[in-house]
């Protein structure tokens, strides 16, 4: 008997387990691409979200996925930086979905080019190496009025090192925050695209601009320039002199470096209640109306005035809408939050200290120092003036008759002012102009306008006194 069949047995078995196999491989190729090519499915394997969304229709991942992102956007995030944190939501965070175009995307895949392309692609399906996540974008709008809100809240001030002149002690500086918006945004977004619950907000630091280490050394046993003004103790005008000696407590102390600027608006910061004033006459469009922080201006002046007899650089000073009752022409100087501002600069070799006093009806600003280089005079001469005008208003409240002024009328002046430096034996050194406009003061009156039984006509008046002319020159010397 010939024993070929035998040796030929096994690979005749091998080759059946072969066609077999291939006839079930192809049978399951064969019911995938069938499955595949229906347009409302995703071919088998895309994940999406880390989920395998294969064999499902795009519309329902799409409304399973929207469902999803509904709760994502509205769920709970914490914003965390340097001292705090804040809760908030995506959705007001300016997260929105971009998904718009994905759904289309998944329906295409492994329908495209050729049929080998397309099987390729269907291919890399199955080993898992399609993955899609659903898409976030920002609202800028929305985001910036969110973060606008917060940065209320995180920023803080730098505070450079100060004296406390009263207790002879170096008070320490603090350092700042400011929260970086547009980096914020950023951050924002890619933790929602990550899934992520907490973001580290984008917050800058801002170091003091003089340390304690700095002000060992210091030697401020001179007053370099010093001014007084008053103010009424009067308890009308409490709220007012509140307002003062809270400016003044925070400026006391301040020190200014060689070559250093001083920003009157700055280093005070804003005006607002939460910063400690209250409401009181202010200036506003040649006006005394009640504002918040009203009396600033008398901070400011005196402290121009100290300045100008110390021999500090003036970079911008700008002179009040109607003269000071406390202050003479040419030496004061208005500030107004944010953008009017009193700036001066150190221009000695050795530091220089803000030194304020507020008691008794008096307001005292001194600039301190290592020693004075010269005795300084204030000249001011009146070169032009205007005539102020007359507004009349009437009260239908006041009888007929009665008159009653709200404001006393005074010229405009236009002012030559001249700072000279004199050395230790008096002869001058040199000398500083300037030329500043004071416009006239509205004379304002209100008139009775109500008619009573023993009263048709409204009597005759006399005239009214405006504010009398200050003295065409002036002169100190310091």
């Known amino acids: 008997m010939s024993n070929t069949p035998l040796k030929n047995g096994p690979l005749i078995a091998l080759r059946l387990i072969l066609a077999a196999a291939l006839g079930v491989g192809s049978a399951g190729l064969w019911h995938g691409w069938q499955r595949g090519n229906r347009p409302e499915l995703v071919v088998p394997g895309v994940r999406l979200g880390g989920q395998d969304v294969g064999g499902k229709t795009a519309a329902a991942i799409r409304q399973r996925y929207q469902t999803w992102e509904q709760k994502l956007l509205e769920g709970a995030v914490t914003l965390s930086y340097p001292g705090g944190k804040i809760q908030s939501t995506w959705h007001s965070l300016g997260v929105t979905p971009r998904s718009g175009s994905l759904w289309r995307q998944l329906t295409r895949i492994g329908r495209r080019g050729g049929f080998f392309e397309r099987l390729m692609e269907r291919s890399r399906a199955r080993r898992g190496l399609l993955r899609f996540a659903p898409g976030f974008g920002l609202a800028p709008q929305r985001a910036l009025t969110a973060l606008g809100g917060f940065k209320e809240r995180i920023d803080v001030r730098s505070r450079s090192a100060r004296l406390d002149l009263v207790n002879r002690r170096i008070l320490p500086g603090r350092v700042g925050y400011e929260l970086d918006v547009y980096r914020s945004q950023e951050r924002i977004l890619a933790a929602a695209r990550q899934g992520r619950r907490i973001v580290k907000l984008a917050v800058k630091e801002v170091r003091p601009k003089i340390s304690s280490i ?37 400026l006391n102390g301040t020190i200014l470096m060689p070559d250093e600027i001083f920003d009157f608006n700055e280093t005070l910061g804003p005006r607002s209640q939460t910063e400690g004033y209250r ?13 918040i922080a009203g009396g600033l201006c008398q901070i400011s002046s005196t402290l121009f005035a100290a300045s100008f007899f110390a021999g500090l650089e003036v970079l911008k000073a700008d002179v009040h809408s109607m003269p000071s009752h406390y202050i003479g022409l040419g030496l004061d100087a208005t500030v107004v939050w944010p953008g009017v501002t009193l700036r001066l600069r150190n221009p000695y070799d050795f530091p220089v200290v803000l030194h304020y006093q507020v008691n008794s009806g008096r307001v005292r600003a001194e600039i301190l120092g290592a020693k004075r280089l010269y005795k300084i005079g204030f000249e001011r001469r009146i070169i032009g003036d205007r005539a102020f005008k007359e507004e009349i208003r009437s009260d239908e409240n006041m009888k007929l008759g009665e008159r009653k002024v709200e404001q006393r009328g005074q010229r405009g002046y236009t002012v030559r002012r001249r700072r000279i430096f004199f050395d230790d034996k008096g002869h001058e050194v040199r000398s500083q102009y300037w030329t500043v406009l004071y416009p006239p003061t509205t004379m304002i009156v209100t008139l009775g306008a109500k008619k009573t039984d023993d009263a048709t006509e409204a009597p005759e008046l006399k005239p009214l006194n405006p504010v009398p002319d200050p003295a065409t020159f002036h002169r100190i010397v310091q």
């Not at 409401?279 to 504002?291: F, H, K, N, S, T």
């Open 214 to 250: 700095q002000l060992r050394d210091l030697s401020i046993g001179t007053a370099l320039g010093w001014y007084e003004t008053s103010y009424s103790t009067s308890s009308r005008w409490a709220n007012r002199t509140y307002n003062l000696r809270v400016a003044a407590r925070k």
């Open 279 to 291: 409401i009181a006459p202010v200036i506003a469009r040649g006006e005394l109306v009640d504002g």
